[in-house]
């Protein structure tokens, strides 16, 4: 049995709207939804549906940050270019956005959804620039993301 990589990831959030704003703010487009279970789904580009979301409440608790379940989950961009245009679209809207990190196979940011949820944004760097080493995943080093200009 070979894996193919995951399929999707399902969020619950207490505001199914301000969560839609935020996720077509990365680029996920809307695919469906089951209104009956305050639902909704989005696409990113390798399955019908990347990312749904399940609406709570407005009372529903944030997790504490110290118990055990998500940390993150990534999403992957085309290019530098659009790291770039990415994290400026998402600090112009008031999101806070961390500075770059050079992971050795990707460089990446990272950001919160309206619900706390971390959201890593990533390039992949093209795996001959670390295939060479024998643990890659064992250095970080700062990166400056590309300014995205308008």
């Known amino acids: 049995m ?3 990589g995951i399929n999707h990831v399902v969020l619950k959030v207490r505001d199914l709207e301000r969560s839609d704003r935020f996720y077509r703010l990365l680029g996920f487009q809307p695919s469906g939804a089951r209104e009956d279970l305050r639902m909704r789904f989005y696409h990113g580009g390798a399955h019908a549906h990347d990312l749904a ?3 709570l409440g407005a009372a529903a608790p944030e997790p504490p940050r110290e118990a ?3 940390y993150h989950f ?3 961009v085309e290019d530098e270019a659009e790291l770039g245009e990415l994290r400026r679209k998402l600090s112009e809207a008031g999101h806070r956005v961390s500075e770059g990190v050079d992971h050795i ?8 959804d309206p619900d706390g949820n971390g959201v890593e944004l990533t390039w992949d760097t093209p795996e001959s620039d670390w295939r060479h080493l024998d ?6 080093r700062p990166y400056r993301v590309p300014d995205g200009g308008k």
């Open 2 to 4: 070979a894996l193919k």
């Open 68 to 70: 055990t379940g998500l």
């Open 105 to 112: 196979v990707s460089r990446s940011f990272y950001t919160r």
């Open 135 to 140: 643990n890659p995943f064992a250095i970080d």
């Open 74 to 76: 990534c999403v992957t």
């Open 53 to 55: 979301l399940l609406e």
